[in-house]
């Protein structure tokens, strides 16, 4: 996988990065163009199409795109890499490493990075029905008689889009790259052919429109700035998939192509509505010669498609990032490509979109409808990711104040606008994709804390290991051949299923190891910190095996290749060994009783650890312990 440190390759290895950045990071802000004016100008915010309102929204949208996706993430945010990865969740633990340990600021980082994970989930659900149904409703254009296959033709698209999800996207995804530039390069021709008929829109390029429409209007600018935002959506993308291609193609794709593309379509339709004015109802594809508009829809479907595609592993990403960082439970992860790491398939994750999409695009029923929706999550992920930004630059980078503050000021005061313009219409749908976020968040503190509750509990009962091995020489126990692993979430105390085996069976092996592992907090563990192995001696040792959170822990492979003090782990000659929880709640004694029931529940659908460790079956003994929370 290419990170940012690749930045300095040469041209050869540089411009395919740069046309398959083009295909996955910008997928879903080359859509916004299908809806953002045809919103503006709708009528949920009353605005008529006068010369002034027209530049006034289109110099807004031009200083969005520069202020926040230019500035900010191209510019500003893309410095703050993990080891070469982007994204909120990278970008939280970079902040937490950068502080004190047990600093009090820690937790309220680790809170502000999980809401703006769950903010995220939101988003993953709208963007695949306003993208695809946005793209089908030009079918209303072309034939208004068609308006009633609309929603049919969008469900289709999208289930059979969530259906190919488990063969993996990495023989599809060589031509997403291709067909994108050729979205972009659309959208610039039909943005260039009329500007050029009617080049006076271009005076929008001057912010003055901008404040002369919050002047005239006040409010209704106000208001206006929730269509504005749809502009922007998707520049979160550009840092979370920074991993994937480096910061240098993805500078070059935006500013070479992807920002002016846009650009030039946001003119083009601000001139068609300069000129047809109170007799638009879709610019975007009112732009379009009639001779190409069902090329144009075709080819808009595979754009959507394509930003859908690139948003579902997206998502598959994220889920596995918090999985491995204690966030959520382990689920089922298939990886669909031999070659690729990041490729991976996760059933329950992709079930749970394909429901939730569907139940969106039903229940808003248009694009009109979901835009009122969308963009809550989106803004306030951008006010998340900008609070992280400034406690890195002051405590990691150590820049002064006269350098952080002003940008700060400047990105929180254009985000907050954006978050407030969305939030107020809460009731018209706006409190979908934010329930979204409280359900998410929900689920993984319940699950972070039900763990440490667990943790502690199984901690308590037990002993300390260091006790344990110094009493055996005073009482033996019989040994037999071989090496017992014992699976551990704390190899500090002595491990449930060791106290039981002994406990019944009454035998020790030779070669006992406590084996914990650890997910640290960059995406991919060095050599030098992968490995912290203790000898205990009388034949016990502690093992910590640290992954990255974007490894797959394969333990047993791990034992096996690397470089671990003390003899080889002969595979036919080692026994893993893991307890089993049979967990309960008790009133009063750990969190609330309904969370309790939600993290009993979540625990008892999680994937097995020695499943998600790939532990092999016939070389497994499990035993039960009663753990109470």
Not at 102 to 128: C, K, N, R
Not at 339 to 355: D, K, S
């Amino acid at each position: 996988m290419t990170t940012s440190h690749h930045d300095g390759a040469a041209a050869p290895r540089t411009w395919p990065l740069v046309i398959g950045a083009v295909g996955v990071v910008f997928g879903d802000i080359g859509t916004s163009p299908l809806y953002t004016l045809k919103e503006a100008f709708g009528p949920h915010y009353g605005l008529d199409a006068r010369p002034e309102n027209v530049l006034g929204v289109l110099s807004l949208i031009l200083w969005s795109l520069v202020l926040v996706v230019t500035l900010k993430y191209v510019a500003v945010l893309m410095r703050a890499d993990n080891r070469g990865e982007g994204g909120i969740l990278a970008l939280t633990a970079l902040v937490q490493r950068s502080l004190p340990m047990a600093a009090p600021l820690s937790y309220t980082v680790g809170i502000l990075g999980i809401f703006g994970t769950a903010l995220f989930f939101g988003d993953g659900v709208i963007t695949p029905a306003i993208s695809v149904l946005s793209a089908v409703e030009g079918l209303e254009v072309a034939a208004p008689e068609l308006k009633r296959f609309v929603l049919p033709i969008t469900l289709a698209v999208l289930v059979a889009l969530f259906t190919v999800q488990k063969h993996g996207t990495e023989k599809v995804g060589r031509i997403f790259g291709p067909i994108t530039c050729l979205w972009f390069l659309a959208l610039a021709v039909l943005g260039v052919v009329e500007i050029a008929q009617h080049p006076a829109v271009l005076e929008a390029v001057n912010p003055v429109w901008a404040i002369r429409f919050f002047v005239h209007h006040g409010v209704v600018a106000w208001l206006a700035l929730g269509a504005v935002v749809l502009a922007v959506t998707g520049g979160e993308a550009l840092y979370a998939d920074m991993g994937h291609f480096g910061r240098l193609p993805i500078r070059v794709a935006w500013l070479g192509l992807v920002l002016p593309a846009l650009l030039l379509n946001y003119f083009g339709q601000g001139a068609f509505i300069l000129t047809h004015p109170g007799d638009v109802s879709n610019p975007f594809y009112e732009l379009v010669p009639g001779w190409a508009l069902y090329p144009m829809i075709v080819l808009a479907t595979l754009a959507t498609v394509i930003a859908s595609q690139a948003l579902i592993t997206g998502t598959f990403s994220v889920v596995r990032q918090a999985i491995q960082l204690g966030y959520l439970p382990r689920m089922q992860i298939v990886h669909t490509s031999d070659r690729t790491e990041g490729q991976i398939y996760m059933p329950w994750v992709n079930r749970a979109m394909l429901l939730s999409v569907i139940a969106v695009v039903l229940g808003f029923g248009s694009s009109s409808n979901l835009a009122i929706a969308y963009g809550v999550s989106v803004t306030g992920t951008m006010i998340i990711s900008t609070m992280l930004l400034v406690i890195l630059a002051k405590l990691r980078w150590r820049l002064p104040g006269w350098q952080v503050w002003p940008l700060a000021l400047l990105f929180l005061s254009i985000e907050a606008a954006f978050f407030s313009a969305n939030v107020i219409k809460f009731v018209e749908g706006a409190w979908f994709p934010l329930a979204l976020g409280v359900v998410a968040f929900a689920l993984m503190r319940t699950w972070r804390r039900g763990r440490a509750l667990v943790h502690a509990q199984v901690n308590r009962d037990s002993l300390r290991i260091e006790h344990f091995v110094g009493n055996l020489v005073a009482h033996p126990p019989t040994r037999v051949p071989g090496t017992a692993v014992f699976l551990t979430p704390s190899n500090q105390y002595m491990p449930p299923a060791m106290l039981h085996n002994l406990k019944h069976n009454k035998v020790l092996h030779e070669r006992n190891v406590l084996l914990s592992v650890e997910v640290l907090g960059v995406p991919r563990a060095d050599e030098a910190e992968r490995v912290v192995h203790t000898d205990l001696g009388h034949g016990f040792a502690r093992l910590t095996l640290r992954f990255g959170y974007l490894e797959d822990p394969d333990v047993p492979r791990a034992l096996k290749h690397w470089a671990i003090p003390g003899p080889k782990f002969e595979v036919m000659e080692t026994t893993y060994f893991a307890s089993r929880e049979s967990l309960s709640a008790k009133p009063g004694q750990g969190m609330a009783m309904w969370r309790d029931k939600l993290f009993l529940f979540m625990s008892r659908n999680a994937t097995p650890a020695t499943e998600f460790f790939h532990i092999p079956g016939n070389r497994l003994v499990e035993l039960g312990t009663q753990v109470v929370i």
